[in-house]
């Protein structure tokens, strides 16, 4: 999965430092960020090897290595370099590049949509001693905003439930699984009978969690469950939200050759047969 990118190590700790010529540079233009590419592999600039205007913020550590952010102004272009959205790093190379450039992004965008006080109108100031934003009137704090959210595999016996989302509901276009947020006050089992029956009138039993990701293209976290149906197995599409919802045998399921998400390797966990 994304996050998988050892033998690197991900270090998400804040520190007040200012970068050094070997530290790594994201430069973002709105909601895009700074690349380029070459021997088949991804680069960021290095901290000073680019003229950027932008005061420069540190993000995290991938290993000893420090990541800072900086803004570009809207005109500035840098030679042999271009901007790409957060979707670039479904597939950039290598895989540790991948994580951080969508990880950060994530920081980025928190940042951004956070520039005023939701209690007062304040203006928010980065707090100096942690990943935090302080009002500079009433003083009120806030940390980077996590949605937790549940996939389930729902299983009847050697078939599997997929879905596919209406367009106006998601840009991803591949078959997956059934997904939803966790609301105000419920578990994530409750929030595994809820989404499954509201997506595909089914009830579930023999809920059992699998493993966790965060995913930064949403700002989720996300919980994994394999499930079994309860009865009927006759689906009632929320057709709002689905455009399909079908069941598939283990040896009929689309490929999907992507690695780096939890709910492909939750559907090859099944097609595998693996306990």
């Known amino acids: 999965m994304i996050q998988d990118i050892a033998p690197h190590k991900y270090h998400v700790e804040y520190e007040n430092r200012e970068p050094e010529s070997e530290d790594i540079l994201l430069i973002f233009k709105g909601n895009s960020v700074l690349v ?35 803004e570009a ?15 670039y790093f479904r597939t950039a190379f290598p895989a540790w590049k991948a994580f951080a450039g969508a990880t950060a992004m994530q920081i980025h965008r928190w940042y951004s949509e956070n520039k005023f006080c939701s209690r007062c109108g304040g203006r ?7 990943r935090s934003l302080i009002c500079s009137e009433c003083g009120k704090t806030v940390y980077p905003s996590i949605s937790p959210c549940v996939i389930v595999a729902l299983t009847d016996g050697d078939k599997i439930l997929l879905t596919k989302y209406n367009q106006n509901h998601s840009k991803y276009t591949r078959y997956a699984l059934i997904a939803g947020y966790t609301e105000v006050g419920e578990t994530f089992e409750d929030t595994v009978r809820r989404e499954v029956f509201e997506e595909v009138g089914l009830k579930v039993k023999n809920i059992t969690y699998y493993k966790n990701q965060p995913w930064s293209f949403s700002d989720t976290l996300l919980m994994g469950f394999f499930a079994e149906v309860d009865g009927s197995n006759e689906i009632v599409r929320d057709e709002k939200e689905l455009s399909e919802a079908v069941w598939f045998e283990r040896e009929n399921i689309p490929v999907n050759n992507s690695s780096i998400s939890l709910t492909n390797e939750m559907i090859e966990k099944f097609r595998r047969n693996e306990k």
């Open 36 to 70: 380029r590419e070459a021997e088949g592999r991804t680069w960021f600039p290095a901290a000073d090897e680019l003229d950027v205007k932008g005061k420069k913020e540190f993000l995290f550590k991938i290993d000893d290595t420090n990541l800072f952010m900086a």
């Open 73 to 87: 102004e809207e005109n500035e272009s840098f030679e042999g370099w271009h901007f790409e959205g957060q979707e």
């Open 124 to 130: 928010m100031k980065r707090g100096e001693e942690e």
